[in-house]
């Protein structure tokens, strides 16, 4: 299948500052992109769409201000968390989709994210 | 908001069993997509389906996509003990929505 690389995959900081954690589609260029937050055994909350050269789209309940997506190019997406706080601990991933037709998403392998 | 129910939550089965589990949803999709999570990794993509009816197999894996497109299901046959893992439905329509997850045990 298609790689998606996400970076990085660990990253603990301190509480107050920002993390960035990039997404880049290896082998195909990605129109959308997903943003993703998991907590421990459970399934994978959507947080964000992100179109290429436009504004993501956030679910209800995510802060845009906090939770910045820049989707610059069709292979780059990245979510930065600003001002971080250890409620922001999480293991957050990314998702590509191949486009149309017959549309295949594949996922990053996950940053886990420690606010201390 | 639409929402995915998968079931079952959790499955522990004997090594060689067949094992089954579905997505059921209010809302109709366009794509159902089944994925497989280790701990700490990302979610690996095992089959796409695109076409109310289609069956489509990977494998020891099987998924058809629901006629009425509201549902899935996947099944594994002949169950070995690296299938053990968590077993994610996704639909698409715009978004990308996952259902909670199936848990599943193998026993050697």
């Known amino acids: 299948g298609a790689v998606v690389s996400q970076h990085p995959s660990r990253v603990i900081c301190k509480s107050g500052t920002s993390v960035k954690i990039e997404c880049r589609s290896l082998?195909?260029?990605?129109?959308?992109m997903f943003w993703y937050r998991q907590f421990p055994k459970k399934s994978l909350m959507l947080m964000a769409t992100s179109n290429e050269g436009s504004k993501a789209t956030y679910e209800q309940g995510v802060e845009k201000d906090k939770f910045l997506i820049n989707h610059a190019s069709l292979t780059l997406s990245t979510l930065t968390v600003t001002s971080a706080h250890p409620e922001d601990s999480s293991f957050y991933i990314c998702s590509a989709g191949t486009g149309l037709p017959n549309e295949k998403l594949f996922f990053g392998s996950g940053t886990q994210l420690s606010v201390l | 908001g639409q929402q995915l129910n998968q079931s079952p939550q959790s499955m522990f089965i004997q090594e060689g069993e067949d094992v089954s589990m579905n997505c059921t949803s209010s809302?109709?999709?366009?794509?159902w997509l089944w994925y497989k999570q280790d701990p700490g990794e990302g979610p690996v993509l095992l089959i796409a389906?695109?076409?109310?009816?289609e069956l489509t197999s990977n494998g020891r894996l099987t998924a058809q996509f629901g006629i009425t497109r509201k549902d899935s299901f996947l099944n594994i046959s002949a169950s070995i003990p690296s299938d053990v893992g968590i077993y994610f439905c996704?639909?698409?329509?715009?978004?990308?929505?996952f259902g909670q997850g199936t848990t599943l045990q193998v026993k050697p």
């Open positions: 389906l695109y076409k109310a009816g």
């Open positions: 809302s109709i999709f366009n794509t």
């Open positions: 082998d195909f260029q990605a129109t959308t």
């Open positions: 996704a639909g698409r329509t715009g978004k990308l929505i």
